[in-house]
């Protein structure tokens, strides 16, 4: 399934970003994406692992925990909506999971570790999913999101997560 295969109402524009950093949804760029983040993940120097590039910006294990909390908001809702569960899923602000995550404090084995755990969960249960449960449409922070969507949105969310690193903690 290609991006393009979406229609704009089965996502908020503001996640189009993130869609647009993506090609195609499979098992295989699911679990390739994650083995790339992982690579590049591993590849980050441990004095860059605790550097803000400016005040009030997060840590690169900081970055890390958010992509780990972001994914399983979003697997979670693409479960629901999956199983044609019409409640709709709230919002959540990412800025208020940082600081009780304590990221800072875990060491970076620890940090991919469970990032791989995660993906391997997330590659699991898009697995699972039939095409038909790829295309239900569910409410998410106030906006209609496809199952489908919710896939590229998590690729894309990471694919712009490395690329903040790239640029800005390792220049």
């Known amino acids: 399934m290609n991006k393009d295969d979406l229609n ?25 994406s994650g083995e790339k983040t992982i690579s590049f993940l591993k590849s980050i120097p ?14 690169i294990k900081e970055i890390i925990q958010h992509l780990m909390d972001a994914e399983r908001i979003f697997t979670y809702r693409a479960l629901r909506i999956a199983r044609k569960d019409q409640t709709p899923l709230p919002g959540f602000e990412q800025d208020d ?15 991919i570790n469970e990032f791989t ?12 999913f039939s095409d038909e449960m790829l295309k239900a449409l569910g409410k998410a922070s106030n906006s ?19 690329e903040v690193i790239k640029e800005r903690y390792l220049n």
């Open 117 to 128: 755990a995660i993906k391997a969960a997330t590659v699991s249960l898009f697995d699972s």
């Open 8 to 32: 704009p109402g089965e996502y908020n524009p503001y996640y189009g970003t993130y869609i647009k950093k993506t090609s195609g949804l499979s098992l295989d760029s699911l679990k390739s």
């Open 97 to 111: 999971y940082v600081l009780p995550s304590q990221a800072n404090t875990r060491s970076i084995e620890d940090l």
């Open 46 to 59: 441990s004095d860059k692992l605790e550097f803000r590039y400016a005040e009030g910006k997060w840590t």
């Open 144 to 162: 209609p999101v496809s199952v489908r969507a919710i896939g590229f949105i998590i690729m894309g969310h990471e694919i712009h997560h490395c």
